[in-house]
């Protein structure tokens, strides 16, 4: 109930920036922007003064909240414009041609049912069980963002913005019911923004509508937006920032637009560090214009851009530099180690690759051979006349020891987008072919500009197959690219027919998502919800279980927690909360750069909890110490992982 108090700022600030009589979507973004600022601001607040609990969430959001309505209602209240204001928008919906409408109604149906699976689901990813989620009750229970001891350092130094949001919804509402759905928001959002940047680029109401179908189908964004991850939150603030650069740009320099520019700009990059290249070739683009237009006058939006951006990550920075010893936390090796030609032309190759099973996308596997095979083959031969090493540990992830070409997957690690790639290349032929689209310089320019983040990503990562999640935000900002050289460029006939086409291949990722199905055995409305924490990892669910009914038959509620060779924690505290909510988890013996780090609220467990992956024969321990403190081993099981084998074992405090 009390997470409605968020949302309801939202509202308002939308009201105020509607009264404005700007158009409901930009009302909306500049709304949202503002909104992101505030739960920052709280956040890092309270957690300055350890206050992070739901009595003082409380009592921000509705100050907030009457302050808001105070002043919609003191300056637009007694205007009833608004009424007029929202009728005109919804004539403009009604008077859209009856196709546009069934294309507008296809997309609402995609985002509704996402919007269920993820309000049903809990979060169940992977990387969400590991850091995402976890940093989330690490937080409530030390009533602070500080950094704490634990074995998975990502729960400390990734960026976090996502997970202060939920962070937020978590306390108010008592659970993790709506912690899916700030990807899933950031979806909509996404494509309301995707829209207006296809109006400002010059797309009539046709390709605005096609811009939204090709954003709303993309596979990845469908199965993402109703997770944890946060590829969507950033491609979302990503979004704002090139609407704002846009619009910047034909409107001129005003406080209000460098305000909203420098503010998503920062909550992009607080959310995720691709934010970072994403966003630099449009900083040069505004920087390039505004050198141009302001000369030496350039200098004042700039540094209000660079200080609210600044201002609104420094508490995250300055975190990981006391501990890390950078603003940026830990490398993670990840990057290339060498910079050329011949290296950047290796990544960009193996990097479209990810987006090459085309044969399975359309659904054609039965007629033709899938041209994985082909592709890899392609790409070899491409290696060969480089002289590199297709395996080349210079340009591989270390998490892969070999390069393939991944085929069609409904798991939100693994999905490519291969429609969507064959439809922005054939925009870009349409591009070069039609002169009146290379007359219009901003849609040319928002082509070299996205284009140049997504060769800058290949020119610095290096290659995994999960590389295609971090793509995604590059195939949200070519959407109104696409958009718009479609609907110009071709027969409103074909334009329909490919609209339709990709909203029919998007059903399978809608319905029968890897980790989180809508229908079949598996689905998230038949499956207990403590099963499905356990999708991806379902070889721990038994010993878990096991495990923390042996802890609390002890009558043991502080818990220390031990992980070796897994980050899987979150459903751990999902099983420890279910019976016992005052429960307390804190890793102990760690050994990393978080080792002397003291949590805010310390306590001295009496059980340890420690799971371990090893290879087969490893002996376990028979006794831990902690703070000098003997804990003889109480209860242990194994279980299978992999080809090695892993073990639960419960110590008990002396």
Not at 83 to 95: E, G, P, Q, W
Not at 367 to 379: A, C, D, Q, S
Request: charged share 10%; net charge positive.
């Amino acid at each position: 109930m009390f997470n409605v108090l968020p949302l309801l700022s939202l509202v308002f600030l939308f009201l105020i920036f509607a009264s404005s009589q700007r158009s409901w979507r930009y009302s909306f973004l500049a709304a949202l922007i503002i909104w992101g600022v505030i739960l920052t601001a709280i956040t890092e607040l309270l957690s300055l003064l350890k206050l992070l609990t739901f009595g003082w969430l409380l009592v921000l959001w509705l100050a907030i909240d009457i302050g808001l309505i105070a002043t919609y209602w003191r300056f637009y209240g007694r205007n009833n414009h608004l009424i007029s204001y929202f009728k005109n928008h919804l004539k403009t919906i009604v008077k859209l041609p009856f196709f546009s409408q069934l294309l507008v109604g296809s997309i609402t149906l995609i985002v509704g049912v996402v919007g269920l699976i993820a309000i049903v689901a809990p979060p169940n990813h992977s990387d969400s069980m590991e850091y995402h989620m976890s940093r989330v009750v690490h937080w409530i229970q030390n009533y602070s963002l500080a950094h704490y001891p634990t074995t998975t350092l990502e729960q400390l130094y990734q960026n976090p913005w996502s997970e202060f949001a939920i962070t937020h919804f978590q306390i108010l509402s008592g659970g993790d019911r709506f912690a899916n759905l700030i990807q899933w928001g950031s979806m909509v959002a996404s494509l309301i923004g995707v829209s207006l940047i296809a109006k400002q680029l010059g797309a009539q109401s046709r390709g605005q509508i096609l811009s939204v179908v090709f954003c709303a189908t993309i596979p990845m964004g469908i199965l993402q937006s109703s997770s944890t991850n946060n590829d969507y939150v950033v491609a979302l603030w990503l979004v704002c920032f090139a609407y704002f650069t846009l619009l910047t740009i034909k409107e001129g320099v005003n406080l209000t637009h460098t305000c909203l520019l420098g503010a998503s700009l920062g909550l992009g990059i607080l959310t995720k560090g691709t934010a970072y290249i994403y966003a630099f070739p449009f900083c040069l683009w505004l920087a390039f214009w505004g050198i141009q237009t302001l000369r030496w006058r350039v200098w004042k939006p700039v540094l209000i851009v660079l200080a609210i951006m600044m201002a609104i990550n420094l508490n995250h920075y300055i975190r990981n530099f006391l501990l890390f010893g950078s603003p940026l936390g830990l490398s993670t090796g990840e990057t290339n180690k060498e910079f050329s030609l011949v290296i950047w032309i290796s990544s960009l190759s193996k990097n479209l690759s990810l987006h090459a099973d085309f044969v399975r996308y359309f659904g054609l596997e039965k007629i033709i051979t899938p041209t994985t095979g082909i592709t890899n083959k392609v790409i070899q031969i491409l290696h060969q006349i480089l002289g590199l090493d297709i395996n080349d540990v210079r340009t591989m992830s270390p998490k892969v020891s070999r390069f393939y070409v991944p085929a069609l997957s409904t798991y939100e690690d693994t999905a490519s987008n291969p429609g969507h790639l064959l439809l922005t290349g054939i925009s870009f032929l349409l591009l070069i072919i039609n002169k009146h689209l290379r007359k219009n310089s901003s849609l040319v320019t928002y082509f070299i500009v996205v284009l140049a983040g997504f060769l800058l990503f290949c020119f610095l990562f290096t290659w995994s197959p999960w590389r295609c999640r971090l793509h995604l935000p590059v195939f949200i900002l070519f959407a109104p690219f696409v958009g718009i050289v479609l609907s110009k460029s071709l027969n409103y006939r074909i334009t329909n027919g490919l609209a339709v086409l990709l909203i029919v291949l998007s059903y399978p990722c809608v319905f029968q998502n890897s980790t989180r199905p809508l229908l079949g055995e598996n689905s998230v409305l038949t499956t207990p919800r403590i099963d499905q924490y356990f999708i991806t990892q379902q070889q721990f669910q038994t010993p878990y279980v096991e495990a923390v009914q042996v802890t609390q038959s002890q009558n043991c509620s502080n818990i220390g927690l031990i992980l070796e060779g897994t980050s899987f924690e979150y459903p751990l505290w999902r099983l420890f909360k279910q019976d016992q909510p005052e429960s307390r988890i804190q890793f102990v013996n760690v050994n990393n750069e978080s080792a002397n780090v003291r949590p805010s609220v310390n306590v001295e467990p009496c059980a340890i909890l420690s799971i371990t992956t090893r290879k087969t024969g490893a002996e376990q321990e028979k006794e831990l110490i902690h703070d000098q403190t003997l804990y003889p081993k109480y209860w242990s099981t194994d279980f299978a992982k992999g080809s090695g084998k892993g073990s639960v074992q419960v110590f008990l405090k002396q």
